[in-house]
T-cell receptor
Framework: KQEVTQIPAALSVPEGENLVLNCSFT??????LQWFRQDPGKGLTSLLL?????REQTSGRLNASLDKSSGRSTLYIAASQPGDSATYLC????????FGAGTTVTVRA | EAGVAQSPRYKIIEKRQSVAFWCNPI?????LYWYQQILGQGPKLLIQ????????DSQLPKDRFSAERLKGVDSTLKIQPAKLEDSAVYLC?????????????????????FGPGTRLTVL
């Protein structure tokens, strides 16, 4: 059974600092990994999807890396802004999505 | 392109009552998913449909939960009777296709797109 862990559970940084969010998973036989953002009371917004054959994916200030062999993915958010405050979830797809519990980020103005 | 639509957005019921949620996926998306997200946890898959057929319902509590997607488009999820522990956000998602291991070659599992969710409170 796939287990997905996200550390830390919460993070608070001043505006402008770079964010590093970690995700680890137990079974490396995956098809892809997806990072989501969830605002309070809202659904999930897909940020990045990394296929199992890829090492990283970039979109604007976001960069996600994937190391299947070690069961890790990292989401980097450059030059954080207060609008980046949200919960970030990673999900591993090994025929179905298994989610971590998320990292709640607060960016202080 | 319109996103995944869900209704209602909020629902408060007494335990042992029944409730139903509705989902309309993105047009043309063959695969539809229902997830349960308990506060402080990641979403957990309840059921997955491919067109109007069930692909995976292994984590659906079938004694009280049921779901259908009769025409391969809209879907409803029902809880009857509800328990206190059913309080959660129910998320619907859709994706264009579902990958498979046809001929020993893996296909790509496509990105899932989520609706805004229905927040259920059971008192």
């Amino acid at each position: 059974k796939q287990e997905v862990t996200q550390i830390p559970a919460a993070l608070s940084v001043p505006e402008g600092e770079n964010l590093v969010l970690n995700c680890s998973f137990t079974d490396s036989a995956i098809y892809n990994l997806q990072w989501f953002r969830q605002d309070p009371g809202k659904g999930l917004t897909s940020l990045l999807l990394i296929q199992s054959s890829q090492r990283e994916q970039t979109s604007g200030r976001l960069n996600a890396s994937l190391d299947k062999s070690s069961g890790r993915s990292t989401l980097y958010i450059a030059a954080s802004q207060p609008g980046d405050s949200a919960t970030y979830l990673c999900a591993v797809n090994d025929y179905k999505l298994s989610f971590g519990a998320g990292t709640t980020v607060t960016v202080r103005a | 392109e319109a996103g995944v639509a869900q209704s209602p957005r909020y629902k408060i019921i007494e335990k042992r009552q029944s409730v139903a949620f509705w989902c309309n996926p993105i047009s043309g998306h063959a695969t539809l998913y229902w997830y349960q997200q308990i506060l402080g946890q990641g979403p957990k898959l309840l059921i997955q449909f491919q067109n109007n057929g069930v692909v995976d319902d292994s984590q659906l509590p079938k004694d009280r939960f049921s779901a259908e997607r009769l025409k391969g488009v809209d879907s409803t999820l029902k809880i009857q009777p509800a328990k206190l522990e059913d309080s959660a956000v129910y998320l619907c998602a859709s994706s264009p296709t579902r990958g498979s291991l046809a001929g020993g070659r893996r296909k790509t599992y496509n990105e899932q797109f989520f609706g805004p969710g229905t927040r259920l409170t059971v008192l």
